[in-house]
């Protein structure tokens, strides 16, 4: 197994991408804490995990604040002992509007469940595993970051900061034992955040949803959205020793949308 006795937190994980990778990560072998703040998810993602005779625990917290950061990092630590693995997938889709249209207090919240709470829980898992001489953070971007879309500023401008800051972290961390990574999902149909925004680029075009989102899959090389477990398996490699090698990058798992 590519993950025995590692210890993985994966924050969002109480649906979509993030129950994906939870659920992979623990089939692979490691104990999961599985992060969100809706207790109904991550405990019926964490029973499910545990029906399977894997390891997990569900923590209810919001990586907004510090306080909820520090939750998931304490409890993390006493009920599994140590953070081998930080998977940043808590995400905010936020107001699909023009930016004239977006109020500093929409964008503020988009940029704080984005891009802060990444940093806040990184700043916590980062020393343990400097002493340790080990560790990996995976930070799920998004295709957003890269390429030119029409209202979502403050999705895209979180999804780019966050590469950013995967970059930076790298190359603080390398010379350390820990290795940063992001992963650029393209559209995944299954996801409550992908349905949404199809609906309300649908209503603001005066489209029909289902063919506007044929139309958008027209620029994928693949003709095709990705699913979750494909993410999960990205996710999965980065995190395992197979990719020992690969720090500083952003994998993107797009079906060919974008190319840097």
């Known amino acids: 197994m590519l993950l025995k006795d590692k210890v993985a937190v994966v924050t969002g994980g109480g649906r979509g991408i993030g129950r994906a990778i939870a659920k992979r990560f623990a089939a692979e072998g490691a104990s999961v804490v599985v992060a ?37 990092v304490e409890e993390a630590r006493k009920r599994f002992g140590q953070i081998d693995i930080l998977v940043n997938n ?14 500093p207090a929409e964008w503020d919240e988009v ?13 916590l898992v980062l020393p343990e595993m400097y002493r340790r001489g080990s560790g990996v953070i995976i930070n799920i971007s998004s295709v957003a970051a890269k390429a030119a879309f029409q209202w979502n500023s403050p999705y895209a401008a979180s999804k780019a900061g966050l590469v950013g800051l995967t970059r930076t972290l790298a190359s603080e ?27 309300a680029l649908a209503e603001r075009l ?8 044929q139309g958008f899959l027209q620029a994928i090389l693949q003709g ?7 993410v999960a398996a990205a996710a999965l490699f980065l995190a395992s020793s197979e990719a020992s090698a690969i720090t500083g990058q952003t994998l993107n798992v797009d079906g060919g949308m974008s190319f840097y």
């Not at 107001?95 to 977006?102: G, L, Q, R």
């Open 224 to 230: 095709r959205p990705q699913t979750a477990d494909e």
């Open 36 to 72: 969100a703040r809706t207790s109904k998810e991550v405990t019926a993602v964490a029973a499910e995990i545990q029906s399977a005779g894997q390891k997990a625990a569900a923590i209810t917290a919001d990586v907004v604040q510090e306080s909820g950061c520090q939750r998931i």
């Open 111 to 123: 940029l704080a469940v984005n891009l802060r709470g990444p940093f806040l829980l990184s700043r």
């Open 206 to 213: 005066q489209m029909d949803a289902e063919k506007l989102f």
């Open 173 to 199: 961390s390398a010379r350390k034992g820990v290795r940063v990574n992001a992963i650029c999902p393209g559209p995944v149909a299954e996801t409550e955040m992908s349905q949404a925004l199809g609906q």
């Open 90 to 103: 808590a995400g905010l889709l936020g107001p699909v509007k023009a930016a004239e249209e977006i109020s």
